[in-house]
């Protein structure tokens, strides 16, 4: 057992409670995130964060030291100018104090955190409420004030570089404004009303209000009277440097890798942070002022011009990564003034009962901490890859043996895949049987999911909304037509993803928003809304529709299932649902007369299946007997006698691993197989078609 009389010990107790409270905080943080969000905005979050600078936490978490530091001193001053020296807390003592009001501050809306730090200083080192209350409400107006002297310098540095913004004028009067206003409040106001209010301080149903409103005031005037003005300014001054400049740089940490060309002038954004400050000071409910603050920050940088989407991510994701910063240094400033204030207070010892109630207690935080935490981050791996993988590097082609496969020599068409050997993945093409590859696009963005028309002229295919994007995404992507003898593209769908032809090609199916199946029609741009989870059909919105495939002639989508149900399904015309097994990838063989799918055997591995749809009898189909057995990707020539795949000697990520295409003329032998890539980056989702 802990032996908690001694300092190891105190420590040890410490340690796990910190963690286990930071643990389920940054658990929170991301679960309250990912339940208050769009889907489809919780990949791009996630990403940004995963972008955002480590030097630039770290410079806010500094910054964030320093600025609690001289608002530590500039409480001392002002507490020291109203009651004695001798029951002033030490600086230490003090400065965990204002790190815990720190953190309170950002949990409560309307700054009702504050009451944290008159609650510490009063119960825990006996300081009157009357002095307490006056060193806020005076730290609160030189705050603004220092404000307002901020943004002074910064108007009178745009004038000589001749870059001045006449709306920070009105910004700089209304801080002015609220100073002066606060200020009248608090002495001339304040002083008259508790002369006022003194004839009924005898009066049992408002005695201690009226004495405590008398008691401020007195202290006040005696803050006043103490002549600390200048040095108040100066603490004040000192604390909104190192506040703004730490939330500045953390700004730079999340917009410059993620979004180079959004705003980050120094004067838009202290208006942006100053009026996140303002909505999330508001009497909003709110935990920890998500909402409100994004709020106030995202309509000031709109306001000056920025994109309102992109607004909100960086306000989210500045918010996020300061709560965690904030939040873990503030619960273990909270933990420290309890074992501070237990100390002080002659209390040397815990008894055994309660030694192991607390063991108890830190050991249950640390363990809801760790699971809650543990099961945040299994989802967000979920998302796939927030960096784009290495381009890698060709393979020579006589190494692998490949250069004279007798089965290309047969074989006359092409074959169309996606490939992150130019960097980001672009759509290639090889010509049969010359294996001539060719690069397709050129976009920046990720392109991925080619399907070549029935009549071998056109490709639909999904590209990103962002650069980067992984698969694993469902969300931003739209769906694309190039026209292969021209090479021009046009759009054709937003938000839409996995892109398929219907058999006579007038029409291009594909997936939005992850849960609806749509028909458009390429003659009328018409779009239809065919089938779409949480309405017609009798799932749960949640699920998502995965590489939804529709056979004409059955009229029955083959799709795979995910989020609340998984498994391999057909859905049929009538909205019923039957279930063809696990795995993924369900697709239908050209003439709908067997379906062919991915999903492991008996050991594990990846094997190919196909299934009779009218009995669901499935049989293995497909398992290279190679090195290369972790196939994925299938798709059948348009002959319906070739199949195309990707495999790899093990990786699995579909967007990352290495993965070569392969074909493999379907009926013979498994090892009869030709390679069609050669190089080490990524490679998937090919489609053929012969002529």
Known sequence: MIDYSNKTGRFLLNFIISLGISLLILGLLVNGFSNSTEEALRPRLFSILTHTSLLCVALYAVTGFSQAFFRMLRYRLILASTIERRTLPSLFHLLIVTISRNMFVDMFPARLGELSYIAMLNKGYKIGVDACLSSLAISFVFDLLALALLLLAIMAWQLLVADFQLWLIGVFLVILAASAILLLFLYPVLQWVSRQLHRFRNATWAGKLIKLTEDTAAALEQARQAKIVGKVLLLSLAVRLFKYLGLYLLFLGVVLPSFPNFTHELAAVLVALVSAEAGSALPVPSFMSFGTYEAGGAMALTVLGAAYFTSVLVML?????????????????????????????????????????????????????????????RSVKKMGAFIPPKPGEPVSVVAEGQQDNPILAKLRGFVIWSSNRFGNHDLVMLTLPDRKLSRLTTDPHTEYFPRISPDGTQVVFCRSQELWVSQRNNYPWDTWLLDLPTGKTRLLAKNANVPTWSADGSKVYFQRNANQFVEYDLATGKETVVFETGRNLPLPASV????????????????????????????????????????????????????????????GNNVFYKVNPDTLERTIWFDSPTEYSHEYFPKISNTGNVLVY????????????????????????????ARLSFHTGNDNWPDVFLY
């Open 317 to 377: 994701a500045l918010h996020i990564w300061s709560q965690v910063i904030d939040y873990s240094v503030g619960t273990c400033a909270m933990i420290l003034f309890v074992f501070a204030v237990g100390k002080t207070s002659d209390i040397e010892q815990i008894r055994t009962g309660k030694q192991k109630k607390l063991l108890l207690l830190a050991g249950s935080v640390l363990t809801i901490g760790l699971i809650l935490f543990a099961l945040q981050m």
């Open 544 to 603: 998502t529709l995965e590489t939804p495939a529709w056979s004409e002639i059955r009229q029955t989508l083959a799709v795979t299932l995910r989020d609340g149900k998984r498994g391999t399904f057909l859905i049929h015309q009538d909205k019923s649902l039957q279930q063809v097994g696990d795995g993924c990838e369900l697709n239908w063989s050209p003439d709908s007369s067997f379906l062919y799918q991915v999903d492991h055997d008996k050991k």
């Open 646 to 673: 990707g495999a790899s000697t093990g990786g699995h990520e579909h967007d990352t691993a290495d993965y070569e295409i392969f074909l493999w003329p379907i009926g013979s032998p498994m090892s009869n197989t």
